[in-house]
């Protein structure tokens, strides 16, 4: 209730002009003015409105003053309610008693005084406002107090539940600091240790503290603890991330390598107050760096080699292809072409009345001199790449390659091949295989001068094995031994072939002759395209 918040005021009478003229006395306060000509209707005010005086007369029918009043006491909301009885009757000192036994706060006799009336009825208002301020503040200040009481209970569950978590963390912290691998240390403001983990002392063999300070470096190689401190100085005094990397002496007296690193820890003002850092041992990984170092140069030796080699073997190949275009247009030419000149010079004489030739003979022997230079033609394009490798298979090819250098050279090849039902092999493995074959038996007819030749084909489990053997003069050792500078076009390019299947190409000299061999694992028993072996099959 504020301070000018109007109280309401009760008076009771069963006389309209006396209530009449208590409104005109009380009219001056300013207050709510609510009449009642009879105690039932005074009572029910009382229980719709806060009433803050009652002002009522002692003498009236049905429910007299001290009858109303002792009814207004026995109810809890109107114990405090301010009664004041008026009466011009009942005006001894026992009547008066028995009003103030009843509640009342004062008991006026008529004639009424208004001015005495209206300062009464003004103190009682006045309490009843200030009470209800009074109860508001206090109400106020309860609720207040529960909330202060609630927020700091909060604030206490939640300090508790910080300082829970805060143990936890240490816990945690002290755990990682025990358990981990690394030496984990602390530095104070100027750079001298003041803190470092077990582990450290563990690894050195050192007395626990022996480190702080600047003792440390006493475990640090001698060529890294110059290079290494001046890092820290620089660090101390320009305030950066620290990081070197030095060996430290063990316990058993040899040295590992070990990257340290810290970070500083600043106050408001940017001011370092603390380092902290780890240790960590990298000494497998800076022998894994050194090692890959190597092989990065070994590796780009092999191929530099590998690029030299390649080179020549491209010098060689061209040449190579130089030699056998002009073995074709020597094939060409005395061959085909001179076959071809003989046709056209029998055609031309049949064509001619004068020939002394009878034009049948002569186209008769046109056509024989065609049919030769078309075997030619059929036999030089089977040479480069036979068609019975595609529409047939390796068997058929090699068969009749070897029938056809059997009549070209006269040496006396044979095939032999296990399983007999050899399966068909991928297109780009039965190729290598013809190809190593053929430039083996052209090696064989060129340079051995051998009087037979075998090949041998022959299906593993996990490998094809091919063997090429003659009986000819055999091969120098240089060249067995695969000696660079040393092998000609023909066994280099063999020996790419093989590479390309992941074999190594081998030679022998069997006295008589020369044993070509090469064995290419498969990756599986069941991948026979990914296999290739010349010679016996060695495990």
């Known amino acids: 209730m504020a301070a000018t918040e109007k109280v309401n005021i009760l008076m009771v009478d069963d006389q309209p002009a006396k209530l009449l003229s208590y409104e005109v006395i009380l009219a001056e306060l300013g207050e709510n003015l609510i009449k009642a000509a009879s105690g039932k209707e005074a009572l029910e005010h009382l229980l719709k409105t806060d009433i803050a005086v009652v002002l009522m007369d002692v003498s009236m029918p049905d429910l007299d003053g001290f009858e109303l009043a002792d009814l207004i006491r026995q109810h809890p909301r109107f114990q405090r309610t301010a009664i004041i009885f008026i009466s011009a009757v009942y005006l001894t000192d026992v009547d008066r008693l028995r009003g103030y036994e009843r509640g009342a706060v004062d008991y006026i006799s008529v004639p009424v005084i208004p001015e005495l009336l209206r300062a009464k009825v003004s103190i009682f208002a006045e309490l009843h406002r200030k009470a209800h301020q009074l109860e508001t503040l206090n109400r106020e200040l309860e609720e207040r107090v529960a909330e202060r009481t609630e927020e700091l209970e909060r604030r206490a569950e939640t300090l508790q539940q910080v300082n829970s978590e805060l143990a936890r963390k240490n816990q945690e912290l002290d755990a990682i600091v025990r358990t981990a691998p690394d030496f984990i240390f602390s530095r104070q403001a100027d750079g001298a240790r003041d803190y470092t983990s077990d582990r450290f002392y563990e690894y050195t063999g050192a007395s626990s503290g022996s480190a702080n300070g600047f003792g440390w470096l006493d475990f640090v190689y001698p060529e890294d603890r110059e290079r290494s401190m001046a890092q820290w100085t620089r660090c101390v005094e320009t305030g950066d991330n620290y990081e070197s990397e030095y060996r430290l002496r063990g316990r058993d007296g040899h040295y590992r390598w070990f990257r340290a690193r810290a970070v500083p820890i600043r106050d408001s003002e940017g001011k370092i107050v603390k380092w902290y850092g780890t240790c960590s041992d990298i000494h497998d990984s800076k022998l894994l760096e050194r090692s890959i170092r190597d092989n990065a140069i070994e590796l780009e030796r092999i191929v530099d080699d590998r690029t030299a080699a390649l080179r020549h073997l491209s010098g060689r190949l061209i040449t190579m292809q130089d030699d056998e275009r002009r073995r074709i247009a020597r094939e060409l030419h005395d061959g085909l072409g001179q076959e071809l000149a003989a046709a056209k010079m029998m055609m031309e004489g049949i064509l001619r009345k004068n020939s002394v030739q009878p ?181």
């Open 359 to 539: 034009p049948k003979q002569a186209a008769v022997e046109a056509s024989e001199t065609i049919d030769r230079a078309i075997q030619q033609v059929r036999s030089l394009s089977h040479l480069l790449h036979p068609p019975l490798l595609d529409e047939v298979g390796l068997l058929s090819a090699l068969q009749w390659y070897l029938d056809g250098l059997t009549k070209r050279s006269g040496i006396q090849t044979s095939l032999d091949v296990q399983p007999s039902a050899f399966p068909r092999l991928a297109p780009e493995l039965e190729t290598a295989i013809f190809r190593i074959i053929q430039e083996a038996l052209t090696n064989v007819y060129r340079h051995s001068g051998a009087q037979k030749a075998w090949v041998t084909l022959t299906q593993g489990e996990d490998h094809v094995a091919v063997m090429i053997r003659d009986d000819g003069k055999g091969i120098e050792d240089p060249i067995a031994q695969l000696r660079p500078g040393s092998l000609g076009i023909g066994l280099g390019g063999m020996s790419q072939r093989a590479k390309e299947f992941g074999a190594e190409l081998r030679l022998t000299n069997t006295n008589p002759g020369t044993l070509v061999e090469l064995v290419v694992p498969s990756r599986s028993s069941k991948d026979l395209c990914l296999s290739l072996a010349t010679g016996w099959c060695r495990r």
